[in-house]
């Protein structure tokens, strides 16, 4: 955890890392998480532990997180995993998180295929125009036999989100998009089938290296002009005539 800031109670940790603005913290008790602060702006003594604990698991990308000293529970698992879709923002993960040699239960995840921190959301949707709905349609799907437990999340190279275990699908609204117990879904932001991997990242060329994408033909890019002088893609970054496809550091 980075960021730790301690009191006698309970300690609070924040990853700028991880942050993608959201702003529970601050609309939920400026108080505590105290906006616009030119110094130290988190102060765990102003409010009670519980409350800190509703602040803290009220963050969807996991960038808060506690250290319970009072012999109050830790955080646990929920009871159902979710894949939250946020409107023209990434995937807001719930679950017992498996990403490597991690494990936490908060995360929001790239979709839109431009983040500088992947496979986490560092609101580069925003300046890229990604759009992508967070009411997909639905689907009719049986209910899991277990709807907790860990999963498993893989950032294939170059390519999709791949989901191990029990989870469920749900739009910003809450209703259920999927049921399932393994699924791939678009990192690329160029999938026909969002939420769901249709393959575009293949021809588009994500790169998992920077924001952008690898060598791809001009006609895979939408957005692109190949004229002369130097041009911006659809994801914002900066391509040159001479190596159109290719992310420019």
């Known amino acids: 955890m980075a960021g730790m800031v301690e009191s006698d109670k309970i300690d609070v ?4 890392k991880r942050c993608i603005h959201s702003r529970n913290c601050v609309l939920g008790d400026p108080h505590v998480f105290v906006p616009n602060a030119p110094g130290q702006w988190i102060h765990p003594e102003a409010a009670s532990v519980e409350k800190i604990v509703a602040l803290a698991e009220n963050c969807p990308s996991g960038a808060i ?17 979710t894949v939250r879709l946020r409107e023209n923002g990434p995937l807001a993960v719930h679950a017992e998180i498996v990403l490597g040699d991690e494990t936490f239960f908060r995360a929001t995840l790239c979709r839109c295929g431009a983040s500088q921190n992947k496979p986490f959301c560092d609101n580069s949707h925003i300046k890229a125009g990604f759009a992508a709905t967070g009411e997909p349609a639905l689907k009719d799907t049986p209910a899991l036999e277990a709807r907790d437990g860990p999963l498993k999340a893989t950032p294939t190279t170059n390519g999709p989100l791949k989901l191990e275990g029990n989870v469920e699908i749900v739009t910003g609204t ?4 999927d049921r399932t117990t393994k699924v791939f879904l678009c990192r690329c932001g160029h999938s026909a089938n969002k939420p769901f ?20 033909p ?3 890019l939408p957005g692109i002009s190949p004229s002369g002088g130097e041009i911006s893609c659809h994801t914002g970054f900066r391509l040159s005539p001479t190596l159109l496809g290719q992310c420019q550091y």
């Not at 809450?174 to 998009?177: I, K």
């Open 13 to 16: 940790g924040f990853s700028g």
């Open 197 to 216: 991997c249709d393959g575009s990242h293949k021809r588009l060329g994500l790169s998992d290296s920077c924001g952008g994408w690898r060598e791809a």
């Open 174 to 177: 809450g209703h259920t998009v």
């Open 65 to 81: 997180t506690y250290l319970r000293k009072d012999g109050g529970p830790q955080e646990k698992p929920p009871v159902v995993n």
């Open 218 to 220: 001009p006609s895979a």
